[in-house]
């Protein structure tokens, strides 16, 4: 049996929030949205039927948890959330605070310029909210 190993560039892109019961938490290094991502710590998933029964259950109330978190912290007024695994084969859920105004406002965040990376302290600051408020 393989052990679950992070994907390279997920690992290179986010920072360590939190491991849930499922999946592992983690937050875009992109400080133009409030953006989370939930890993399943499970080896060999490309797809949500890739997870048996009681795994795709826990991921669908993992994502709806991280949604709520992710709205209540960032106060957003939607929150868009999209498994696509073009780039990165390794299953993963974007959830996404959505907010009027922002850069990529009304369309998807995906593609849309370049990733501004949060400065260590607002992003340590984020990561502490987030653990506070879960």
């Known amino acids: 049996m393989r052990l679950f190993v992070l994907h390279p560039r997920l690992a290179a892109d986010t920072t360590f929030v939190a491991d849930w019961p499922l999946s592992r938490l983690l937050l875009m290094n992109d400080a133009r949205y409030p953006w989370l991502m939930l890993v399943p710590r499970r080896a060999n ?3 949500i039927f890739d997870l ?9 109330e993992e994502t709806a948890r991280a949604a709520q978190l992710l709205k ?3 106060k957003s007024a939607k929150i868009n959330v999209g498994a696509l695994g073009n780039l990165v084969p390794q299953l993963h859920v974007h959830v996404v605070a959505r907010r009027p105004g922002d850069p990529a406002w ?11 990376a949060y400065e260590s302290a607002a992003r340590d600051a984020l990561v502490a909210k987030l653990l506070k408020a879960r």
């Open 45 to 47: 998933v490309t797809e």
């Open 52 to 60: 048996n029964r009681v795994d795709r259950a826990a991921m669908i």
């Open 72 to 74: 209540t912290v960032s």
């Open 106 to 116: 009304p369309g998807p965040v995906w593609g849309q310029g370049q990733a501004v």
